[in-house]
């Protein structure tokens, strides 16, 4: 059942891509950074809704890898839809944001719930790449917990908001809301728990490398759009989130290998 809506979900997700990529009205009342970021966002959308359909093909064919890396990818969707059902300004799409958010939301938990393989062999063993994967986890969510500390609390104690919010046309930034909530403290515990070599460690950490991936091609794709679009970026920002990128890839390779 839950592979199925998968098939429903890469439909509605492609469907929102290319009208953002191809529909200036789509992000017309957005802000020049925060357009650029959306359209970065949809050209990654397009290529997870095309390997959540390849996953959820090999999931009913009973392969662990693609069980774990269609979770991923849910988890992907349900942390990038939030964003556009949160802080995209109201227009036609609207409906088709919240449909993706329910349903990779109730996918994602029947898939833990019921679509993959028996509990017992449904997390990667522990590899000769377990220490690497998991000291990434940390690495990455403590940076970027960091990061979004340095930012969010000099503007909290001295109440001047982040100049972010201005530039990106928000009241508050659902990236600082899911990362710093949920996101972020995930990382470092499914690190730690893979160091630790257990069950939930391991299943976790495979989910968030195919996640970490995904959400980067989608922070590449917008500074590549703004670039075109002759906005300012950040070298150091793009090579380091570049880096992140390559070496998700080859720890879920490896890790899942």
């Known amino acids: ?28 009342r957005e802000t020049a950074s925060w357009a650029a970021r959306a359209a970065g966002q949809d050209a990654a959308n397009l290529l997870v809704a095309v390997a959540l359909l390849f996953a959820a093909l090999f999931v009913r064919r009973s392969s662990l890898r693609a069980y774990l890396a269609w979770l991923g990818l849910l988890v992907y969707l349900v942390y990038a839809f939030a964003i556009y ?5 109201f227009q036609f799409l609207f409906p088709v944001y919240v449909a993706v958010l329910g349903l990779s ?4 938990a029947g898939g833990l719930l019921v ?37 969010v609390v000099p503007a909290a104690v001295s109440g001047i908001p982040p100049a972010s919010l201005a530039e990106n046309g928000l ?3 659902p990236v600082h809301i899911l990362d710093l909530a ?3 403290p995930g990382m470092v515990a499914a690190g730690d728990l893979l160091m630790r070599g257990a069950f939930a460690g391991r ?19 917008g500074f590549g759009f703004s670039v075109a679009r002759g906005l300012p970026v ?10 992140i990128v390559l070496a998700g890839a080859a720890l879920a390779a490896l890790f899942l290998g």
């Open 1 to 28: 059942m839950w592979t199925g809506t998968s098939v429903i979900v890469a439909a509605l997700t492609a469907l929102t891509s290319l009208c953002g990529l191809l529909l200036e009205e789509t992000c017309a």
């Open 85 to 89: 059902a949160f802080a995209v300004r």
């Open 105 to 108: 939301s109730y996918t994602l």
């Open 115 to 151: 679509a993959g393989p028996t509990r017992s062999g449904s997390a990667p063993g522990l590899n000769r790449w377990s220490g690497a994967t998991a000291l990434y986890l940390i690495v990455v969510g403590s940076l970027f917990g960091l990061l979004w500390l340095a930012e």
């Open 171 to 173: 009241l508050t930034n």
């Open 182 to 184: 949920i996101l972020l």
């Open 203 to 221: 299943h976790a950490a495979a989910q968030l490398l195919v996640f970490a991936v995904a959400m980067g091609l989608g922070i590449l794709a």
């Open 234 to 243: 950040l070298l150091p920002a793009a090579v380091m989130i570049l880096a």
